[in-house]
């Protein structure tokens, strides 16, 4: 079992940049495949990017490329989503998430955090 829990949301003005990060727990974390997802209000939770277990391959939603990178540090048993020019549309609730295999589908995944809350201002 895995128990991840975000930190780094915050309040930004369009531009900037904000780190967040994932912290898990249990010994099994390298062995997970990491992702971050993301849910705005009134719309349906998205993918934004993933990550292989050893940190190799990495994968984005054409929204975020370029703007967004994912890294991973398993000895902290941690996952970073490195988010730069932020942009109004990228407020929203972010979750990590840790599953199996490499997916882009919300439902593949196993284990969730408790989410984050980005907000970018105009």
């Known amino acids: 079992q895995v128990h991840l829990v975000e930190s780094g949301g915050g309040l930004v003005q369009a531009g900037d940049s904000l780190r967040l990060s994932c912290a898990g727990s249990?010994?099994?974390?390298?062995?997970?495949?990491m992702g971050w997802f993301r849910q705005a209000p009134g719309k349906e939770r998205e993918f934004v990017a993933f990550i292989s277990t050893s940190g190799g391959s990495t994968y984005y939603a054409d929204s975020v490329k370029g703007r967004f990178t994912i890294s991973r540090d398993n000895v902290k048993n941690a996952v970073y989503l490195q988010m730069n020019s932020l942009k109004p549309e990228d407020t929203a609730v972010y979750y990590c998430?840790?599953?199996?295999?490499?997916?882009?589908?919300?439902?593949?995944?196993?284990?969730w955090g408790q989410g984050t809350q980005v907000t970018v201002s105009s």
């Open positions: 998430a840790a599953n199996r295999v490499l997916t882009t589908r919300d439902t593949r995944y196993d284990y």
């Open positions: 249990g010994r099994t974390f390298s062995s997970y495949a």
